[in-house]
Every structure is written in structure tokens, then in C-alpha cells.
């Protein structure tokens, strides 16, 4: 109990480090979420290498999917919502970069899952090193093999662009893999997900790490 408490405190000084506010809620003219443009910012990892190793332990021996966006938050420097938002499109393996184009979060006033634009609200690059290359592929092979796995029971994950007041909010909605997907809705495969193939939100990510 005390080990699981000490472990419980870490993760929490550590998320307090990551987590940051966001904003949201943008019109399609003011920010492309889903365009092919890149550009380019700085990114700083967040947590000194001894929380970070402790964490990473900790997760893993959980099996916990925490574990992946934690990990490249730390490599990267990129805050929790946009790692939760990357998609495989934003991820190029070969050169070792990342395209961050969005970030994700509860809307706890519209009770809904929602893609916004970054804190800066630009695209930007980010490179990575050879250890989150292997994590990632590592990880990218393990989500094909759950999704054959899962069969007809894989969840899959949707944006629709909802307008209300003159404004535009990107809503994630996770359906079953045989659900009929209504109209306007759009797949997106996320880098972060669940065994079950549903998307890992830095909600999620808060929960899961208790």
C-alpha cells in the first residue's frame, strides 16, 4: 500500500508538470486541424529522467495504456492532449518527426470529448529520438495485432464538426466496429489507444494511472 501510495503521489507531481490548459474551440478559418502543413517549435521534455523512469516502471508492470502517451510526452515535450490527439498521418518513422496539428480534452461545459487546436494554435514539428522510434513501431505492430484480435469487438474512433453559435467543435465519438457510422463522421487513427482500439484521452490517462 505505501509503495502503490509513493508511486500514486509521483504520478500526480508529474502529471501536475504536464498537464496545461488549453484552448479549444476555433473556427475552420482561424486553424486547420486536419491540414498536410507543417512548421516547426521547440520541444523540452517535461520530467527529469528520474520521475520519468519511475513512472514508465510503474505503468508498465500495470500493462497500463497510459504508458505509451506518458512516454512520448517525455520525449517529445508535447503536452498530454496533443499527444493524446496524434494520429499514425502526424507520425513519420522513417525521418523521426512528429506533425502536431491538434490537441484533445473533455469539454466538461458541452459534456463532450472534443479536438481542438494546440496552445499556440500553430503546426509544428517535432523530431524524436531512436528509443521512441522503437516504442512506437513496437506499438503501431501491437495495435494491428489487437484489432485482428478483437474482431468485430474493436472499438473504432470518429471526429464530426458540430456548429453551435458560430462556432466549429470537433467531437470524438468511439464506436463498435460494426456500428454504422452516421453521416459527417469521420475515422481517425489515433497513436494512443486502449487494447480495445478506443482512443486514450488525457482523462483516461489521469485515471488509469491511480
Not at 484552448?23 to 512548421?39: A, C, K
Not at 474512433?157 to 458540430?162: F, K, P
Amino acid at each position: 500500500m505505501i509503495l502503490r501510495e509513493q508511486f500514486f503521489n509521483l504520478y500526480t507531481n508529474c502529471v501536475d508538470i504536464i498537464l496545461k490548459d488549453f484552448i479549444f474551440i476555433v473556427s475552420r478559418e482561424e486553424y486547420e486541424l486536419f491540414s498536410e502543413e507543417d512548421g516547426d517549435a521547440p520541444a523540452v521534455p517535461t520530467l527529469t529522467h528520474e520521475q520519468f523512469r519511475a513512472l514508465e516502471d510503474f505503468l508498465n508492470k500495470k500493462d497500463n495504456p497510459a504508458l505509451l502517451p506518458i512516454q512520448i510526452a517525455y520525449y517529445t515535450g508535447l503536452r498530454i492532449g496533443e499527444v493524446c490527439a496524434l494520429t499514425w498521418q502526424d507520425v513519420n518513422l522513417d525521418e523521426q518527426y512528429l506533425t502536431v496539428r491538434r490537441s484533445i480534452r473533455y469539454n466538461g461545459a458541452r459534456h463532450k470529448t472534443e479536438i481542438g487546436s494546440t496552445k499556440r494554435k500553430i503546426v509544428r514539428t517535432v523530431d524524436f529520438c531512436d528509443t521512441l522510434a522503437v516504442i512506437l513501431r513496437r506499438a503501431k505492430k501491437e495495435q494491428i495485432e489487437n484489432r485482428l484480435c478483437y474482431g468485430e469487438l474493436c472499438s473504432l474512433n470518429y471526429y464530426t464538426e458540430v456548429r453551435e453559435k458560430d462556432r466549429a467543435y470537433y467531437e470524438v465519438y468511439i464506436l463498435p466496429r460494426t456500428a454504422e457510422v452516421p453521416e459527417g463522421y469521420r475515422e481517425l487513427s489515433f497513436v494512443c489507444l486502449r487494447s480495445d482500439g478506443a482512443v486514450e484521452t488525457p482523462s483516461m490517462v489521469s485515471v488509469m494511472c491511480r
